[in-house]
């Protein structure tokens, strides 16, 4: 089978582990592109690319089949709209962007040149969140009660450059992880009611928060903290329990029913993903089935009312 050729726009960490993990299976780097040049340079041996000097020419590169956006979320606006007006088919790391605006140029931008974009977030694309989806929808455990999820990691002991302790690169909890809560909840029961957001900002960004989604009388509470460690997911419904423990990253989960259990157990990995991204582009798609425009949009409206409610703002808006 032949491979799907890969542009990267960035080669810091996420670009390592994406790498690490598409380049097992039918795909290949074809060029790249980092603001530090050595370090871009590094990052294309390792991967068995070609370093260029402007993200125009990585993007053009003779061969690439898609453009996979791996830079700080700041700058996603601009390299999305780069490659959708050279009409290269985009991947974007989440969060696409910053804002809900912002989300809707690169949205306009796709639509003006008919061109494939998508979240890279994938949690979208997993087996085992479409396997809960499945669940919840076909009324497997009756109706919903409420969905109780944690996300929280240490991350205030990174170093205070890292980008996710740095106002000026949209750093703090909401953006980085709060989005996976953020999205799981929406992506199974839409935009919700009534969006409440209690959280503690320090040095210009959010260290954590409690997010609450309300449904009619049912209630998403979502938890998301720098300062802690845990992760969990628990839908309780009126005939049963899904249960999942990694619930961003899930190889398995768990449902207990009156009817009896089952347990699932599938991939969230990058491979399927990119796999699953290449596929719909190979298919003539412009907007993905995994995470249609909309629900990238909504939930970004989802996180701009939880910024507002915080009174977070960064120092460039």
């Given at each position: 089978?032949?491979?799907?050729?890969?542009?990267?726009?960035?080669?810091?960490?996420?670009?390592?582990?994406?790498?690490?993990?598409?380049?097992?299976?039918?795909?290949?780097?074809?060029?790249?592109?980092?603001?530090?040049?050595?370090?871009?340079?590094?990052?294309?041996?390792?991967?068995?690319?070609?370093?260029?000097?402007?993200?125009?020419?990585?993007?053009?590169?003779?061969?690439?089949?898609?453009?996979?956006?791996?830079?700080?979320?700041?700058?996603?606006?601009?390299?999305?709209?780069?490659?959708?007006?050279?009409?290269?088919?985009?991947?974007?790391?989440?969060?696409?962007?910053?804002?809900?605006?912002?989300?809707?140029?690169?949205?306009?931008?796709?639509?003006?040149?008919?061109?494939?974009?998508?979240?890279?977030?994938?949690?979208?694309?997993?087996?085992?969140?479409?396997?809960?989806?499945?669940?919840?929808?076909?009324?497997?455990?009756?109706?919903?009660?409420?969905?109780?999820?944690?996300?929280?990691?240490?991350?205030?002991?990174?170093?205070?450059?890292?980008?996710?302790?740095?106002?000026?690169?949209?750093?703090?909890?909401?953006?980085?992880?709060?989005?996976?809560?953020?999205?799981?909840?929406?992506?199974?029961?839409?935009?919700?009611?009534?969006?409440?957001?209690?959280?503690?900002?320090?040095?210009?960004?959010?260290?954590?928060?409690?997010?609450?989604?309300?449904y009619g009388d049912m209630r998403c509470n979502l938890h998301m903290s720098l300062t802690e460690l845990r992760e969990d997911c628990t839908i309780e419904g009126t005939e049963g329990t899904i249960k999942l423990?990694?619930?961003?990253m899930a190889s398995k989960a768990v449902l207990k029913s009156k009817k009896g259990n089952e347990t699932f157990r599938g991939k969230t990995d990058y491979l399927t993903e990119f796999t699953r991204c290449a596929?719909?582009?190979?298919?003539?798609?412009?907007?993905?089935?995994?995470?249609?425009?909309?629900?990238?949009?909504?939930?970004?409206?989802?996180?701009?009312?939880?910024?507002?409610?915080?009174?977070?703002?960064?120092?460039?808006?």
């Amino acid at each position: 089978m032949e491979k799907f050729r890969w542009a990267y726009i960035g080669n810091g960490n996420i670009a390592e582990s994406t790498a690490r993990s598409i380049l097992k299976g039918d795909h290949e780097i074809v060029s790249v592109y980092g603001r530090n040049t050595e370090k871009a340079k590094d990052f294309a041996k390792k991967v068995g690319a070609i370093a260029v000097d402007t993200p125009e020419e990585a993007i053009g590169f003779d061969g690439v089949d898609a453009v996979y956006i791996a830079t700080p979320h700041t700058s996603h606006v601009y390299y999305s709209i780069l490659s959708l007006n050279m009409r290269k088919p985009v991947l974007c790391e989440k969060p696409v962007a910053v804002t809900a605006a912002d989300a809707q140029r690169m949205i306009d931008a796709a639509k003006r040149n008919d061109t494939y974009f998508a979240e890279a977030m994938w949690t979208w694309f997993s087996d085992v969140a479409l396997k809960v989806k499945e669940w919840v929808q076909s009324g497997r455990i009756g109706e919903i009660e409420s969905v109780d999820i944690h996300y929280a990691f240490p991350g205030v002991l990174k170093p205070k450059t890292s980008r996710v302790l740095m106002p000026e690169t949209a750093g703090g909890a909401l953006l980085d992880i709060g989005i996976y809560p953020i999205t799981y909840c929406y992506n199974l029961f839409g935009y919700p009611d009534e969006i409440i957001c209690n959280g503690e900002l320090k040095n210009g960004i959010d260290i954590k928060e409690t997010v609450i989604f309300r449904y009619g009388d049912m209630r998403c509470n979502l938890h998301m903290s720098l300062t802690e460690l845990r992760e969990d997911c628990t839908i309780e419904g009126t005939e049963g329990t899904i249960k999942l423990a990694l619930f961003h990253m899930a190889s398995k989960a768990v449902l207990k029913s009156k009817k009896g259990n089952e347990t699932f157990r599938g991939k969230t990995d990058y491979l399927t993903e990119f796999t699953r991204c290449a596929g719909e582009i190979k298919a003539g798609k412009k907007e993905s089935e995994y995470i249609p425009f909309k629900s990238t949009f909504d939930c970004l409206r989802i996180m701009d009312e939880c910024r507002a409610q915080m009174g977070l703002k960064y120092p460039f808006e």
